[in-house]
């Protein structure tokens, strides 16, 4: 059975405090009593800020394996290896991949089934800002979420386990400003999307 979590909100707080109440939050209300050993999560946007706090977090948790995703090859690689290096070897796996590409985000759900043989956590983290390239925003923040989405559904179901999507959103979906309107309304599709795939689950 599917738990959609959908989606936790950023809030004005520390990233790591932030990480630690959305697993906490997430898998209480899950299972009181859940296990993260023997786990497999696989994350976007890890490379850095949330995501990398995270992967980090679950890693504190005892999970069995992360997969990382991100665009930026470089500084994945490098993330990769100070959570192995912190966490023990092999811990994490690094898949660069834009996730508003449907091939790329697809070949890494299935190197990731390959490599850890299974799947029990997805979490859509990647997003990007900056009105003056909404389009890119839009395919990162909603097509890149939605494809995230499903195919954690596809591949999750494969494994007859079930388990937990995490959709990150905003404040801002909720509340929008008015100087960034594309970012907004990307987050705030976000919610609705998890709203929806929940009540559908």
């Known amino acids: 059975m599917f738990t959609d979590l959908t989606t936790f909100t950023e809030m004005n707080i520390s990233v790591l405090l932030l990480i630690t109440l959305l697993i906490t939050t997430c898998f209480t209300d899950v ?7 023997g786990k497999i999560a696989l994350v976007t946007g890890g490379a850095r800020g949330n995501g990398y706090a995270i992967i980090s977090e679950l890693l504190q948790k005892g999970i069995r394996g992360v997969t990382m995703i991100d665009v930026d090859a470089e500084r994945g690689q490098q993330a990769a290896h100070e959570l192995n290096n912190m966490y023990g070897y092999s811990k994490v ?10 091939t790329q985000f697809e070949y890494a759900f299935r190197v990731s089934m390959w490599h850890w043989n299974g799947l029990d956590i997805v979490i859509n983290n990647a997003g990007v800002t900056g009105e003056n390239n909404w389009i890119s925003m839009v395919n990162v923040n909603i097509i890149g979420t939605v494809q995230g989405t499903y195919l954690g559904l ?5 494994s007859g386990r079930g388990g937990v999507i995490i959709n990150l959103s905003s404040t801002l979906g909720v509340d929008p400003d008015y100087y960034q309107p594309v970012y907004d309304a990307s987050k705030s599709f976000i919610l609705s999307l998890g709203r929806s795939i929940s ?3």
């Open 31 to 37: 299972n009181m009593s859940f296990d993260f050993n």
């Open 199 to 201: 009540d559908e689950l």
């Open 93 to 102: 796996i690094f898949i660069p991949v834009n996730v508003s590409q449907a």
């Open 154 to 158: 596809q591949y999750m179901s494969k």
